[in-house]
């Protein structure tokens, strides 16, 4: 089945909850334990086929913003899915309750008990309108941010597009590609510190109607850490500091070296070589192409699933206008396939996206056997493990891609990978920082961001700009207005995905892909911590472990050849 050919059906909310509260009252009265069992398998598929719709409406959306029927349909789920959520509660209840729990325990995930605890403990009725608003930000700030339609070079273009000359060789040309990007959050200020405003009052109200101490509790409630806690993310946090900062001012340092200039201005940093940063060759389909050759090359189980994503249309990657920015997956449950979203622009971000949101797809595909909707996926510390590597373990694949620059690339890559894991946490610090105090104005929101800015990305020199001297920069991640506390499980899984790097690439280790598939095939049926043990990987919180593997990326870097970079 093609994409375009999945019906999508707005369900009537009526007479789903009566169906539901028929087979959920079934399941908590069931005579016997094959009766229950029987119950929950159907209530499964009842909730897989709401997600589906939901799932449908949302991609439909993202694809063309400007679409009047999906924006219609992302409207009523704004609204009505806590209504769905809050119905799919009362099955978390009799789960929790049911007599025949032990017996259910061994046939079902304990991640899905963990998972009803916690969704019971963040809905109730008292603050369905609160998330139904909540929503409603959110699809104000995604529409904002597709509607940029800015001039350069020529012609109109969105923000992916236009970041495309971010890498430009001519400094002029990248200066003035920042200053029209930035220019856009500018024009918009008022309207992105208006719904950045609301989205952190409702989540504070949510978070005191259900008896938190503030949003950051109720926050890292909503993203499951079920195996670790917000002391161990505050120390990682100041690891990244310590640790990861110092070997990212040397990287900045060479950079500065390279491209020749006194000092390395804010314009300057996504350059990483003179004459301009490694380039795919070909277009979108070319290089779809491309990634299909290396997933046959690359294993039997990529190979066949590449095809059937390719075959039945299950991506879309260009960008126009109109389009919502980034990149994601989602599975679709009912026809249990995943769906591909990107905004390719022409540059090697194009790959990184490809194959990091190609790991999540595979992830979930072979996960596929897993029939509660909310386990498909893991949760987001363990999903992005997926997509990360994913980027690493196709590495000896990259000449399809860039040709003789291939060595260029997996050079910026590797570098970019630390050169992330302190703004990740950056992002972390100033939600933390935020929602701990929903009194503060915007301006001390731009002033805190600024603040640790500085610490925790020193070589950021905005001397060149006046607007992001004051603090606006993280107007541009949709993560802060999107799905807060979702930014620092990148951290702890890229510091995974870069064990896997080491395994595959230095030290050709032949149980790496064993490994990766094992942790692939369990989806959510397992914590962030059982899966990094089941991949034989080291916990990002083990400091001497982690300092270990820092020190084998630096010293790869350090000695790469400088003459063939040139």
């Given amino acids: 089945m093609l994409f375009s050919e999945i019906s999508y059906q707005r369900?009537?909310?009526?007479?789903?909850?009566?169906?539901?509260?028929?087979?959920?009252?079934?399941f908590a009265e069931a005579s016997d334990y094959s009766t229950a069992k029987e119950a929950l398998e159907k209530l499964n598929h009842l909730r897989g086929t709401m997600a589906k719709n939901m799932k449908l409406a949302y991609i439909r959306h993202s694809i063309d913003t400007k679409d009047d029927f999906y924006r219609e349909e992302n409207d009523f789920w704004d609204h009505h899915s806590p209504l769905v959520?809050?119905?799919?509660?009362?099955?978390?209840?009799?789960?929790?309750?049911?007599?025949?729990?032990?017996?259910?325990?061994?046939?079902?995930?304990?991640?899905?008990?963990?998972?009803?605890?916690?969704?019971?403990?963040?809905?109730?009725?008292?603050?369905?309108?609160l998330k139904q608003q909540e929503n409603e930000a959110i699809?104000?700030?995604?529409?904002?941010?597709?509607?940029?339609?800015?001039?350069?070079?020529?012609?109109?273009?969105?923000?992916?597009?236009?970041?495309?000359f971010f890498t430009d060789p001519d400094r002029e040309i990248r200066k003035e590609a920042q200053e029209v990007y930035e220019g856009f959050f500018v024009e918009h200020e008022r309207e992105f510190d208006e719904i950045f405003d609301r989205l952190v009052q409702l989540r504070h109200q949510q978070a005191q109607k259900l008896g938190f101490k503030n949003y950051v509790e109720y926050g890292d409630r909503l993203m499951n850490r079920w195996s670790y806690d917000r002391k161990q993310l505050q120390g990682f946090r100041r690891f990244i500091i310590e640790k990861v900062v110092p070997i990212n001012q040397k990287l900045y340092e060479r950079q500065k070296d390279r491209l020749g200039v006194d000092t390395l201005l804010h314009f300057d940093l996504p350059l990483v070589y003179p004459n301009g940063n490694p380039r795919p060759k070909g277009d979108g389909d070319t290089l779809v192409q491309r990634a299909q050759m290396m997933y046959h090359e690359l294993s039997e189980e990529t190979g066949d699933f590449?095809?059937?994503?390719?075959?039945?249309k299950f991506m879309d990657l260009a960008s126009r206008p109109g389009k919502q920015s980034g990149g994601y997956c989602e599975f679709i449950d009912e026809v249990a396939m995943p769906f591909i979203f990107a905004n390719f622009n022409g540059t090697s971000d194009d790959v990184d996206v490809l194959t990091h949101e190609t790991g999540h797809a595979f992830q979930s595909y072979l996960s596929r056997w897993i029939k509660e909707p909310e386990l498909v996926f893991p949760t987001s510390d363990t999903a992005e493990i997926h997509s990360m590597s994913m980027e690493f373990l196709t590495w000896p694949w990259m000449n399809n891609f860039f040709g003789n620059a291939s060595e260029k690339y997996k050079f910026a890559h590797l570098s970019s990978a630390l050169q992330f894991l302190p703004y990740g946490a950056l992002v972390d610090h100033f939600q933390e920082e935020v929602y701990l105090h929903p009194e503060w104005t915007a301006v001390e929101r731009k002033n805190c961001w600024r603040e640790l800015e500085r610490n925790y990305c020193p070589e950021r020199n905005y001397q060149a700009?006046?607007?992001?001297?004051?603090?606006?920069?993280?107007?541009?991640?949709?993560?802060?207005?999107?799905?807060?506390f979702y930014y620092?499980?990148?951290?702890?899984?890229?510091?995974c995905a870069l064990q896997f790097w080491q395994r595959k690439i230095v030290l050709n280790d032949p149980t790496t892909w064993q490994d990766y598939l094992e942790i692939c095939r369990i989806g959510g049926s397992k914590t962030f911590l059982e899966t990094v043990e089941l991949g034989h990987l080291a916990s990002p919180f083990d400091t001497q472990k982690m300092i270990t593997l820092l020190t084998a990326v630096d010293e790869y870097l350090a000695a790469t050849s400088e003459t063939m970079l040139r």
Avoid: C, M
């Fill in 139 to 164: 699809s104000q700030y995604t529409q904002l941010i597709a509607s940029a339609e800015l001039a350069f070079d020529g012609k109109i273009r969105n923000l992916s597009e236009l970041s495309a």
């Fill in 306 to 312: 590449f095809d059937l994503l390719s075959q039945q």
């Fill in 488 to 495: 620092i499980d990148y951290t702890l899984a890229q510091v």
């Fill in 465 to 484: 700009s006046e607007a992001l001297e004051r603090g606006i920069y993280w107007y541009r991640q949709g993560h802060i207005f999107e799905v807060p």
């Fill in 85 to 129: 959520d809050q119905i799919h509660n009362h099955f978390y209840k009799s789960l929790l309750s049911s007599p025949y729990r032990k017996q259910l325990e061994k046939d079902f995930p304990a991640t899905l008990f963990l998972f009803a605890e916690d969704q019971l403990r963040l809905l109730n009725d008292s603050v369905i309108e």
């Fill in 11 to 26: 369900p009537d909310l009526t007479q789903y909850e009566k169906h539901f509260q028929q087979i959920n009252l079934a």
